[in-house]
């Protein structure tokens, strides 16, 4: 690949996006829900990836907000840029909505409750299955969707789990914000066929392996929390008490290098070479947690 010169890549936009990690307790074990990218898309094609994408305008508009209650906005996680700072209060939200939303365009599943908190059931699920693809071609509509069935959008059950930056030296890059969401043990999944072909509930430690095994290609981003996240499962027992103690983890935004020599290596802030190496730092001050630092300061890209 033709490597970017710092003023060019500074010239690539950055979009916004939002990443849902399905959690559910189910036969014993906490799964995760991963699905696999058509292979003739040309963004991550046959891949496993967690349901997401980018953030929509309509995203952000006042009819979807009117979906949030008032108490799920003040206890949900506040989220800030690279540099530490925090954003506003839209923005954050409108990051939170698209990972609802595109979980239900790519899943089928509705992380949405009734008036009285409860979580959307298999049946009504089931019931608004064809309105998937007009929510996808139109996401305007999802608000709409959530009216007329008088359900919210409890963002505060959402865990704001990681926040990860595309190198500088990438043609295409986006700046995405991963949440851990929380759904009911008999969670129906029902695969669009379109983007996605084929799905999995699986413990984080048996995705870890078979990615590493590469009987199953995940990105570099979606394997490093996957490792976080089974490393927390084993400090904190259960899904249960993993969200509790979760709830407000303090997230750092993670901006890796991709490093050409003899191989194509993914260099992450914690490595003691890091700052030697060509492209966009992450500032001076952050300081990454003692879980993230325990996991490989760089990887292999596969070729």
Known sequence: GV???DSEAKTVTLRSAATAIVVREHSHEVQVLMTRRHAGLAFMGGMWVFPGGAVSAADASATVLARIPEASRTDCARLCT????????REYLSLMIAACRETFEETGVLLASDSAGRHCGNDLSARLQEKRSAVASQPELFP?????????LRVDRLVYWAHWITPSVVPR???TRFFLAPVPSDQRVVIDSTETVDHAWMSPAA????ATAGNMPVSHPTLYNLMELDASLHEHGSLQVLLAAEAQ???VA???KMVHEEQTAMVLPWDPFYRNFVGESVPEHLEYPARLRTLPPRMIARR
């Open 207 to 210: 995705l870890v392996a078979a």
């Open 173 to 175: 890059r986006f700046d």
């Open 144 to 152: 709409e969707l959530l009216r007329a069935e008088d359900l919210f």
């Open 249 to 251: 983890r303090n997230v």
């Open 82 to 89: 690279l540099q530490g700072e925090a954003i506003p209060e």
């Open 254 to 256: 993670i901006l890796p």
């Open 3 to 5: 490597s970017l010169s």
